[in-house]
């Protein structure tokens, strides 16, 4: 008990050290909350326009969905780069001489993306509501959909810190971000995957930004349910989205410690 209240204290010393960061750097946490806004009005209008719901229905309530996953799935990316500059510029080695547990870094910049993703989130939320979208089955279902982001998000910033342990290179780290957009792009996030060739269509069916998609769709009572015979991911989102976190925890928890201590 004593190493885990260790553990915990100095866990949450650095996401203090990570929130302080943003407050001394205040252009990346606005390029962060304008990103889901540019995002509503990039895809709500623009896009929007040229493409019909599958069973009918307004696209914008069919996309917010899709949004709120992709900005979920920016977890990767963002703890990837962050980490990824810590051991660049020499920080993860002073962490690793410090009277500190070794598994408080990691959960630091977890825990501090974790919050910054809450934001974010409530920002798109925000923009949702302005331009029309709408939770349709109460508070209920919707505290779950948001549950599930929460989870999947936490989950996805051990994957982001485990990326940036192995580059170890802040400039590799964001000449890598852009191979992240086509795995939010094959997904049922922004179109159905029923028109897609087959296996790309397999693909997307089982990314879980899909399975995050549909689960919100499901809880927030937007159109754009399967229709069908679809994959299990789309027919069973909710628990999906549970098994991917849990693999994700499961797998990149361990190595990323591991990477850490080595």
Do not use: K
Not at 229 to 234: F, I, K, S, T, V
């Amino acid at each position: 008990m004593t190493r885990l209240r260790w553990a915990l204290a100095d866990g949450l010393t650095l996401v203090g050290r990570e929130l302080g960061r943003l407050r001394h750097d205040p252009g990346e946490l606005v390029a962060a909350l304008m990103f889901p806004a540019v995002m509503v009005v990039l895809f709500g209008y623009v896009f929007g326009s040229a493409i019909q719901v599958p069973g009918g229905g307004d696209y914008r309530e069919y996309l917010m969905p899709g949004l709120f996953a992709m900005v979920t799935f920016s977890s990767v990316m963002g703890v990837m780069t962050r980490t990824a500059a810590d051991a660049s510029r020499g920080v993860m080695d002073r962490f690793r001489s410090l009277p500190m547990a070794r598994s408080a870094v990691p959960f630091g910049q977890t825990g501090a993306d974790l919050l910054v993703g809450l934001l974010m989130l409530a920002v798109m939320v925000a923009a949702g509501l302005l331009v029309g979208w709408r939770a349709h089955l109460g508070p209920g279902p919707a505290a779950q959909a948001v549950l599930l982001m929460v989870v999947l998000r936490y989950a996805l910033a051990w994957a982001g810190v485990y990326a940036g342990l192995a580059v170890r290179d802040d400039r590799v780290a964001d000449a890598l971000v852009p191979l992240f957009l086509p795995f939010t792009m094959v997904s049922n996030a922004f179109v159905p995957t029923g028109g897609m060739p087959g296996w790309l269509r397999f693909l997307a069916d089982w990314n879980p930004v899909s399975a995050l998609t549909a689960a919100a769709r499901e809880l927030f009572g937007n159109p754009g349910a399967p229709a069908g015979d679809p994959a299990w991911p789309l027919a069973h989102p909710v628990a999906a989205v549970l098994l991917w976190s849990a693999a994700l925890l499961a797998i990149f928890v361990p190595l990323s410690l591991r990477a850490h201590r080595r």
